[in-house]
């Protein structure tokens, strides 16, 4: 093949995905790379997410989580877990930006995102406003209740927290548009970090 025929016939022209220096470099082990980079990038924010809220969780005292009475999150809270999930995303999009070497991996997942947030913006949208916060008992009774089911009282009190908390609306939509933002930000970061070609 002549080498005219690979070639631009117009350098302002978008160069295909799949040429050497395009996103898609190297056929089928460039989309692989790009895709795991998603993958991996996700699932570093969602391990961090977890295990930092698990101990965040360890280290509170319940009257700092969740508010006297109800099983509602305190403001402390929910601003902890906003920034967690805002500093978790940060690594995994440096995760991604790294592993994919390139801008596409990041803008996939991105997508991803953008994505959730709308959905969660709609679902927010049919539901209306906030539901009524479940009274909850004082935290001697919740201690004494984790006795009696030999359980430690953070584990049990969590345990109730799944079943009769709610989750505040705006939260709903802060948590996939941190995810967004802060995966943003960490391939900015890791693409600055990355030496020049």
């Given at each position: 093949?002549?080498?005219?025929?690979?070639?631009?016939?117009?350098?302002?022209?978008?160069?295909?995905?799949?040429?050497?220096?395009?996103?898609?470099?190297?056929?089928?082990?460039?989309?692989?790379?790009?895709?795991?980079?998603?993958?991996?990038?996700?699932?570093?924010?969602?391990?961090?997410?977890?295990?930092?809220?698990?101990?965040?969780?360890?280290?509170?005292?319940?009257?700092?989580?969740?508010?006297?009475?109800?099983?509602?999150?305190?403001?402390?809270?929910?601003?902890?877990?906003?920034?967690?999930?805002?500093?978790?995303?940060?690594?995994?999009?440096?995760?991604?930006?790294?592993?994919?070497?390139?801008?596409?991996?990041?803008?996939?997942?991105?997508?991803?995102?953008?994505?959730?947030?709308?959905?969660?913006?709609?679902?927010?949208?049919?539901?209306?406003?906030?539901?009524?916060?479940v009274a909850r008992p004082t935290t001697e009774e919740l201690v004494a209740a984790a006795a009696?089911?030999?359980?430690?009282?953070?584990?049990?009190?969590?345990?109730?927290?799944?079943?009769?908390?709610?989750?505040?609306?705006?939260?709903?939509?802060?948590?996939?548009?941190?995810?967004?933002?802060?995966?943003?930000?960490?391939?900015?970061?890791?693409?600055?970090?990355?030496?020049?070609?």
């Amino acid at each position: 093949m002549d080498q005219s025929t690979i070639e631009d016939p117009d350098p302002n022209q978008p160069r295909p995905a799949w040429r050497e220096d395009g996103p898609f470099a190297g056929g089928g082990w460039g989309v692989m790379r790009v895709a795991l980079a998603v993958i991996v990038g996700y699932l570093i924010m969602a391990m961090l997410v977890m295990s930092t809220m698990f101990l965040a969780v360890q280290a509170m005292d319940l009257d700092a989580i969740f508010e006297q009475g109800f099983w509602k999150a305190t403001s402390r809270w929910n601003t902890i877990a906003v920034m967690i999930s805002l500093l978790s995303a940060v690594a995994g999009g440096a995760v991604c930006e790294g592993i994919a070497r390139n801008k596409m991996g990041i803008r996939l997942l991105a997508i991803v995102f953008v994505v959730a947030t709308f959905g969660s913006i709609v679902a927010v949208l049919k539901a209306g406003p906030d539901p009524d916060p479940v009274a909850r008992p004082t935290t001697e009774e919740l201690v004494a209740a984790a006795a009696e089911a030999k359980q430690s009282p953070t584990l049990y009190a969590m345990i109730q927290a799944g079943k009769h908390a709610r989750e505040p609306n705006w939260m709903k939509i802060a948590n996939p548009a941190c995810g967004l933002a802060g995966a943003l930000l960490g391939a900015m970061l890791a693409r600055r970090q990355r030496p020049s070609r």
